[in-house]
């Protein structure tokens, strides 16, 4: 097989160009001259490096004293102990009448706010809060698309030192209770409905079961979205966003200067493999990581316009947020990333001349698959990043992009977590992209790959594990007040060393390969597969829109060992033939080896995803061996799981053990 590191790079950044980039200027300043030794500087001296990157991002807050105080245990070191600063105060430095958000949901909704009108209103939903008596530490939770009055309501939130957390409005009442109802928010932010596809989607009936599920609440506010304002009766004393809004004057905000690990948000996990975990996060790291991570690796300037198609259940969304303290125009979106027949974001970017352009890998497949081209009628002359995240993009992805989006871009292929609310392995404006590969390690991420036995790999492919304390680890899990929950998510595995449950290998390019989630790791025969090698193969073929892939205990004589099942989902109108079985069989074997190739190949009508989009083979394994799908909820088309239950080509020989799956980590 060829390996991608054999092959040119797509792009290279030019000599002007690194030297117009943050990056470079935060090299020199540092007195490094490559990428390499800034990156191996930023491991060995923490403090210096997460000092100096205070300094050279001009964050705001008193981060005087240590920068880190450790016994030498990931989980016992402190980071900047001293600190006061706030998260919103640094997103609202600017209070001028530029574009601090624009948003688009499809064609039915065009917003702009200025900054000084942002600023307005997070001040006007503060004086609602604390009247409402939100104070330190208090939650508020919100169930909303991607509006402005998200943006608002997380900022008002941060400033006051409450917590928030967000979902967004396409999960039901229970998946909904499931998350925000374990944390008791005080006040709860909802929506009357939403648009997708062209349809508006009502939510009221939804959110009176919501309320009347959740702890006694000190307030409910429902915004407008759908253009007429509701009748609110049946969900009592619920507020209209306008009337709160309305009520409070605009005035300078008295930000809660608290410390550095202060909570901020508590995400969740997906909750494919039970009740979703609570994840915490705090001010300072979320703030500094963030901020590294746009303005260093993501090339992010002040005045850029940063998009990124997200719900508000996706880190992404926090993500998006923190472009505010770059001096960043954010670019909402709500609704299909295929509307007006697939072109919506591509017109979205050439109208508003959107410079970093952040999507998934699955939406840059399907745009490969359904043949869009967007440079051929699009002027993206304003576009200089392309990011990607939530699966591995496949070398195929990095090809469209080139060919299709823009040659003279960067394309960042990007991979973190919920769990850290940021990036281990992400973009780098000074290096060339090679195809396939994320380019680089973060700064300040001690980022290395594990074999079985715990010893670094390259070149081979093994655990993503990160080996030093990083501020921005996550503070916890709420209630899990000894932290075992917490120890047993990341470090079970190895001492002392978080194990972030990603099957990877590092390159002779120093870059990164995801081959996808190590609980979801096919191990046939003892070898160990990374579904994404088969998804990148099954998917070239025109027949194919998508595929998910699973291990199954089968019994092997006297032994039991594990067959690979695919499934696949097929344009419309076609069926699984045995001449395109062998077809993909031989796909497969020729582009990787024969213990790739799957045993059964079975059509599906869909293939099962979480709200971010993600597939879900742990969950279809579980249907596969007839064990429980312990949350439903967590799951966009749950429906789409009968399709894999108690097919006659899978049913396990007489005497098969049910099958054991390994624990998912907190987050993906």
Known sequence: MTRLTDELPLWIPSPAYVASTAMHAFMNAAGQSNYADLWQWSIDDPAAFWSRLVEFCNAAGDFRGPVLESDGRMLGTRWFPNARLNYAENMLRVRDEGDALVFWGEDKVKRRMSR?????????????????????????????????ETVVAMLATAAIGAIWSSTSPDFGARGVLDRIGQIEPKVFLCVDGYWYNGKAVDCLVKNAEIVSGMPPLEKVVVVSYLG???????????????DVIAAFPATDIEFNHVGF?????????????????????????????????QQLHSDLRLGDRLFYFTTCSWMMWNWLVSGLASGATLLLYDGSPFASQGAALFDYAQAERMTHFGTSAKFIDTAAKQGLAPARNHRLDALRVMLSTGSPLSPEGFDWVYRDVKKDVLLASISGGTDILSCFVLGNPVLPVHRGEIQSRG????????????????????????????????????????????????????????????????????????????????????????????????????????S???????????????????????????????????RIKKQIRANTTPRHVPAEILQVKDIPRTKSGKIVELAVRNVVHGERVKNIEALANPEALDDFRDRPELKSPPGLPASGTRSSRAGV
Request: net charge negative; charged share 20%.
């Open 116 to 148: 000084s009108q942002l600023h307005a209103d997070v001040s006007r939903f503060v004086g609602f809060l604390r009247a409402a008596g939100v104070g330190e530490g208090d939650r508020v939770a919100a169930v909303m698309p991607n509006l402005p």
């Open 228 to 242: 007429v304002r509701p009748d609110l009766t049946a969900i009592g004393g619920a507020q209209h966003w306008d």
């Open 261 to 293: 690990s202060h909570p901020l948000v508590i995400l969740f996990s997906s909750g494919t493999t039970g009740i979703p975990k609570c994840i915490v996060h705090g001010h300072g790291g979320v703030l500094l990581q963030h901020l590294k991570e």
């Open 443 to 546: 700064l300040g991420m001690a980022v290395d790959v594990f074999d079985e036995e715990g010893q670094s790999v390259r070149e081979e492919k093994g655990e993503l594990v990160c080996t030093r304390s990083f501020p921005v680890m996550s503070i916890g899990f709420w209630n899990d007040p000894d932290g075992t929950k917490y120890r047993s998510a990341y470090f079970d595995r190895f001492d002392n060393v978080w194990c972030h449950g990603d099957f990877s290998e590092l390159t002779e390019n120093d870059g990164v390969i995801i081959y996808g989630r190590s609980d979801a790791t096919l191990n046939p025969g003892g070898v160990r597969i990374g579904t994404a090698e088969i998804y990148r193969q099954v998917e070239q073929l025109p027949e194919v829109i998508e």
């Open 548 to 582: 998910l892939v699973i291990g199954q205990n089968w019994s092997s004589g006297e032994s039991i060992d594990v067959r690979i099942i695919l499934f696949v989902r097929l344009a419309e109108g076609l069926a699984l033939t045995a001449e395109l079985v062998e």
